[in-house]
Every structure is written in structure tokens, then in C-alpha cells.
């Protein structure tokens, strides 16, 4: 089942917290590198938990992280690593925090050699989902498939965000560069 039609099935205390994801962030490029760090975080954060969680304590995380300002995460230590296992408020979970710090290093060298992040994720721009997995693997810690699967389907890169149906569909499809509009 798609997300925009799970959506219509969901339980009332969900539908909020999906809906506006689905409505205005779900397959939507990202431009901005720390809002595209923030979404690839909260993607591993969700490895093993629901999608809801995440989204309600989206706020949570970014007090926590520091608004996934990736030049501050890349500089946390071990005494904050240890403020966020202690915060309720956020996933506690001792390899998602060391990858979030170690994936913000690698973002930072990225941006180094590329420019951006984004001009990494472009410059490898079209890739099968398969070839994305991969790249992401040797490249960013804890990226698995469904993470890597999600956070490229999340930000356009790869198709299937929304069904042809969907009221968003074409909201999506307009807002995609125009070397991207094959990954409908």
C-alpha cells in the first residue's frame, strides 16, 4: 500500500503528524544541506521504530541535535553523546548517536570536495536504487537499504513518493529539477 493511501487509513492521533509530512516534505527536493542531514538522520533514527515516532519527536531531535547543524555535530563529544542518551526526548540509542556525529564528518568532507551535500547527491544523480545503496554504505554509517531507500524517495531522488492519485503528486513533480523528472 502507498503512503498516500495509508494515510487515509490511519488512526486520528496519527493522521495529523502524517499528513503534514505527506502534504509538504515527503519527495520534496531539499536544498539546504542541514535540512538534508536532518532527514538522513531522522531516517536512521527510524531504523527498527515506526515513522510516527519520529515524526513527533522531530522537534525533539532538532533541539537535541543542534537543528542538524552538521559543522556543530561533527564537533560533538563524548559529553555529548552522553547528554543525548540521556534525552528522552529523542531515539537513545548509542550507534545512531556515533553515526549521526561520524555521518556529519563525512558530510563536511563532502562538502569539501562537491561544494555541498546536495551537489554530491546530484553529481551522482541518476543511480539505481541498488547503485544508491551501495554508494551510501561505503560512504555514511548505519545506511541500509530501507534507510537509504526512504531518504532518497523522501528527497526525489528516487521515484514512488507519491501515486499518480495523490493531490501531491504533481505539487512534487513541479518543484523537481528538470534532470530529475524521471524519477517520477
Given at each position: 500500500m502507498s503512503y498516500c493511501?495509508?494515510?487515509d487509513k490511519m488512526k486520528e492521533h496519527e493522521y495529523a503528524v502524517h499528513k503534514e509530512?505527506?502534504?509538504?516534505?515527503?519527495?520534496?527536493?531539499?536544498?539546504?544541506?542541514?535540512e538534508l542531514f536532518c532527514r538522513l538522520m531522522l531516517e536512521i533514527n527510524q531504523a527498527g521504530l515506526s515513522w510516527t515516532t519520529i515524526l513527533k519527536k522531530q522537534?525533539?531531535?532538532?533541539?537535541?541535535f543542534h537543528n542538524f547543524e552538521?559543522?556543530?555535530?561533527?564537533?560533538?563529544?563524548?559529553?555529548?553523546?552522553?547528554?543525548?542518551?540521556?534525552?528522552?526526548?529523542?531515539?537513545?540509542?548509542?550507534?545512531?548517536?556515533?553515526a549521526a556525529i561520524e555521518n556529519a564528518k563525512t558530510v563536511l568532507k563532502l562538502q569539501k570536495e562537491f561544494g555541498s551535500f546536495k551537489a554530491w547527491l546530484d553529481n551522482h544523480?541518476?543511480?539505481?536504487?541498488e547503485e544508491w545503496m551501495k554508494l551510501f554504505k561505503n560512504?555514511?554509517?548505519?545506511?541500509?537499504?530501507?534507510?537509504?531507500?526512504?531518504?532518497?524517495?523522501?528527497?526525489?531522488?528516487?521515484?514512488g513518493a507519491h501515486i499518480e492519485s495523490c493531490a501531491v503528486y504533481k505539487k512534487v513533480l513541479k518543484t523537481k529539477p528538470a534532470w530529475n523528472k524521471k524519477s517520477k
Open positions: 493511501a495509508a494515510i509530512y505527506h502534504d509538504k516534505h515527503y519527495g520534496f527536493p531539499i536544498n539546504d544541506d542541514n522537534e525533539n531531535f532538532r533541539k537535541a552538521i559543522k556543530k555535530v561533527a564537533t560533538y563529544k563524548d559529553k555529548d553523546v552522553l547528554r543525548l542518551l540521556n534525552d528522552a526526548g529523542i531515539i537513545r540509542n548509542r550507534l545512531k548517536i556515533n544523480h541518476p543511480k539505481t536504487k560512504t555514511f554509517r548505519f545506511t541500509g537499504g530501507e534507510i537509504v531507500n526512504e531518504f532518497l524517495v523522501s528527497t526525489g531522488y528516487l521515484g
